[in-house]
């Protein structure tokens, strides 16, 4: 790329507001990313727009959306921004205190991983760890990452990969909701349903909810689809409507009374299960602190694997 072409490029800065903004789809929680105040970051997309000549984000009330020129600069920026950071955490290299990195996709980490990891840190305090929550599937080699959780079929987990849980669906909804059985056609007619908007998980999308159990179309009053799981979930916890709850994943929000289930709970509907991956190879050195806290990590998260089932 010519001078003149990287003269041309927004600032980093920029860039990286954009981007918290786009993953989160919300101002408010790209601040709390950054940590800016909500001014701050609106300026931030003010300022890229104007450098780019262009709209990015369509204001709604309580909403935000990409314009297409917003979608297209994203998947763009959101890619480099990763790579950037993955290589820059590679040639930093190993720190004196053991480090290890997991990845898993947002609405594991942030429903399953981080609820539970204070209490490794508090077994393991000498190990740092680093959580890459990305939705992507990292190639086994890919460097800077030692472990991995993925949501697959048996058939389709990776050679090695440790099975840590199955998945168990329930509807559920607001606390105001406790004591309702809403689990058929009439008794979500006038409902707002709350739906994943992602392809090929059709267990965890409404029509496919309904048609397993024999029932004809939703007549619901309407729907909201959202594109990260964790936001289905604060959506519930809102009041905004009913979810198809992952039992595994929302299990404190139940015991703390955040949401309450409205339906049975259903083992046969999903065919995946989460699994546990080792990447890169195993150290020949049995002393190396770095396999010591990987060794140390796996225990670990396999334990709160086992009492996340019993549970």
Request: net charge neutral; hydrophobic share 45%.
């Amino acid at each position: 790329m010519s001078e003149k072409l990287l003269k041309q490029l927004p600032s980093l800065e920029l860039l990286r507001g954009f981007v918290a903004v786009g993953r989160r789809m919300s101002i408010t929680q790209a601040a709390q990313d950054l940590f800016l105040t909500q001014s701050a970051v609106s300026k931030q997309i003010r300022s890229l727009e104007d450098a780019l000549d262009t709209v990015l984000l369509v204001r709604g009330h309580r909403s935000i959306q990409f314009t297409a020129a917003g979608e297209h600069l994203f998947q763009s920026a959101d890619s480099a921004l990763r790579q950037m950071q993955d290589t820059l955490d590679f040639i930093a290299g190993q720190r004196q205190r053991s480090t290890l990195t997991i990845t898993a996709s947002i609405g594991i980490t942030a429903l399953w991983i981080l609820p539970r990891l204070l209490g490794f840190q508090q077994r393991c305090p000498e190990v740092d760890v680093r959580v890459a929550a990305d939705n992507r599937l990292h190639a086994p080699n890919a460097p800077g990452i030692d472990l991995a959780i993925r949501y697959c079929a048996e058939r389709d987990a990776p050679p090695g990969a440790v099975r840590l849980f199955g998945e168990t669906l329930v509807l559920v909804a607001h606390p105001s909701r406790q004591g309702e059985r809403l689990d058929t056609p009439e008794k979500l007619a006038g409902e707002v349903l709350l739906e994943l908007d992602l392809p090929h998980r059709p267990w965890l999308h409404w029509h496919g909810w309904f048609a397993a159990r024999g029932f004809g179309e939703s007549t619901a009053r309407r729907m909201l689809r959202y594109n990260q799981y964790d936001q289905v979930v604060q959506a519930a916890m809102a009041g905004q409507g009913i979810a198809i709850g992952r039992l595994e994943l929302i299990a404190p929000m139940l015991a703390d009374g955040r949401l309450v289930t409205v339906s049975e709970a259903d083992t046969r509907l999903c065919p995946y299960s989460y699994w546990l991956l080792r990447f890169g190879e195993v150290a020949a050195r049995n002393d190396d602190p770095r396999e010591a806290a990987i060794a140390q990590f796996t225990q670990w998260i396999l334990e709160e694997a086992r009492l996340c089932e019993r549970g």
